[in-house]
T-cell receptor, first 114, second 116 residues
Framework: EPEVTQTPSHQVTQMGQEVILRCVPI?????FYWYRQILGQKVEFLVS????????KSEIFDDQFSVERPDGSNFTLKIRSTKLEDSAMYFC????????????FGNGTRLTVT | AQKVTQAQTEISVVEKEDVTLDCVYETRDTTYYLFWYKQPPSGELVFLIR??????QNEISGRYSWNFQKSTSSFNFTITASQVVDSAVYFCALRPNSGGYQKVTFGTGTKLQVIP
């Protein structure tokens, strides 16, 4: 069964550095998402992406964050000037289309900002 | 705006007991979809079940069953004859159907511990 692939599985960075989290969605998926889960807390929506544009973003997704799908396959989340509170698990997800299709999640990237 | 409430923070059961996880939701949309996801200790999010708002028929799938009641905005999930491998955090989630593919809103999760 096709999977959503995220790399790296764990990223450690120093405060103020930029990180890029990468995701390869399932090929026939149309909508893509980034979610964040601070340790032990809820899964929070960051941004959705469709047709090479952001379709919705949360209040968490400020100017520090950006997403792109540069080559039609990889879907990236860039976090500029990381802060300690950015430490979390970041999940990429995709969905094929409308209706009751569930989100398919990658295994996540654990970001640790020191 | 959507909201999903899982009032049970943690539940412990002894293996083979049945356990029900509660979920209450809020949405202004008349059509929506409800999901349950499992997050085992390894951390991935695994889709379990879904339900459309226009179909209140409750179902059973193996050891999983769910009780969707639109009148009380509840979507409870039951595991029958629990096993140690069921130990995980379970998330209830909601997606409205108001055009395009809207974001999925998750509850805060219920941590289930199945004791052997």
């Amino acid at each position: 069964e096709p999977e959503v692939t995220q790399t790296p599985s764990h990223q450690v960075t120093q405060m103020g550095q930029e990180v890029i989290l990468r995701c390869v969605p399932i090929s026939n998926h149309l909508y893509f998402y980034w979610y964040r889960q601070i340790l032990g807390q809820k899964v929070e929506f960051l941004v959705s992406f469709y047709n090479n544009e952001i379709s919705e973003k949360s209040e968490i997704f400020d100017d520090q964050f950006s997403v792109e799908r540069p080559d039609g396959s990889n879907f990236t989340l860039k976090i500029r000037s990381t802060k300690l509170e950015d430490s979390a698990m970041y999940f990429c997800a995709g969905v094929q289309g409308f209706g009751d299709s569930p989100l398919h999640f990658g295994n996540g990237t654990r970001l640790t900002v020191t | 705006a959507q909201k999903v409430t899982q009032a049970q923070t943690e539940i412990s059961v002894v293996e083979k007991e049945d356990v029900t996880l509660d979920c209450v939701y809020e949405t202004r949309d008349t059509t929506y979809y409800l999901f349950w996801y499992k997050q085992p200790p390894s951390g991935e999010l695994v889709f379990l079940i879904r339900r459309n708002s226009f179909d209140e028929q409750n179902e059973i799938s193996g050891r999983y069953s769910w009780n969707f009641q639109k009148s009380t905005s509840s979507f409870n999930f039951t595991i029958t004859a629990s096993q140690v491998v069921d130990s995980a955090v379970y998330f209830c989630a909601l997606r409205p159907n108001s055009g395009g593919y809207q974001k999925v809103t998750f509850g805060t999760g219920t941590k289930l511990q199945v004791i052997p």
